[in-house]
């Protein structure tokens, strides 16, 4: 599954059937693995926002998000949050992706977990751009553990474009 595809879904709590918001964005721990979800509804200059622990979350697919109850929805410093998929200062999302040795792979486009591995990240989906994509696809780089999000960019270990499979043969 993609990180891509959660945003957007509605979220319930399961012990009241209550709609309780949408994922707006996805929470990463530095070791490339998904610490929550963020929901909507944070106040314009406000540095709190709401939030949900990947523990809490007792299901998702294609349609929604299903959390244990109410009080599993947490308020958190915007400030105190290391790495986002797709908003805020430690946004994963379109930053390029570099090689140790000077190389620039592309740009971050999706990132890919496995449901049956929880919240374990496995690979992320280069870009090189909206004419590349169309003319060859976009390709997926296996996650690697030496992979680490900097200031700016993406590093990850010399040769890794070596690394890269087409579109069909991630799985």
């Known amino acids: 599954m993609r990180l891509q595809q959660l945003i957007g879904l ?7 059937g209550k709609r309780v918001g949408k994922v707006l964005d996805i929470l990463l721990n530095k070791d490339w693995t998904i610490s929550g979800i963020q929901l909507e509804g944070r106040m314009f200059f406000s540095p709190h926002l709401k939030a949900v622990l990947w523990d809490d979350i007792v299901a ?19 400030e105190n949050i290391q790495l986002t998929f797709l908003s805020g200062s430690g ?3 379109e930053l390029p992706v570099l ?22 990240i496995t690979g ?6 909206f004419l ?9 780089l296996p996650y690697i553990p030496e992979m680490m999000k900097g200031e700016s960019a993406i590093m990850v270990p010399a040769n890794s ?6 579109n069909h043969e991630f799985s």
């Open 10 to 16: 509605a979220v319930f709590d399961i012990e009241s």
């Open 60 to 78: 998702y697919g294609e349609d929604a998000v299903m959390i244990r109850n109410q009080q599993a929805i947490q308020i958190w410093d915007a």
């Open 91 to 93: 946004r994963i999302k």
């Open 99 to 120: 090689t140790a040795d000077g190389f620039m792979i592309g740009y971050v486009s999706d990132v890919y977990f496995d449901q049956e591995m929880g919240n374990t």
């Open 124 to 129: 992320v989906e280069i870009s090189d751009g």
């Open 132 to 140: 590349a994509d169309l003319m060859e696809g976009r390709k997926k």
């Open 161 to 166: 474009e070596q690394r890269l499979l087409e």
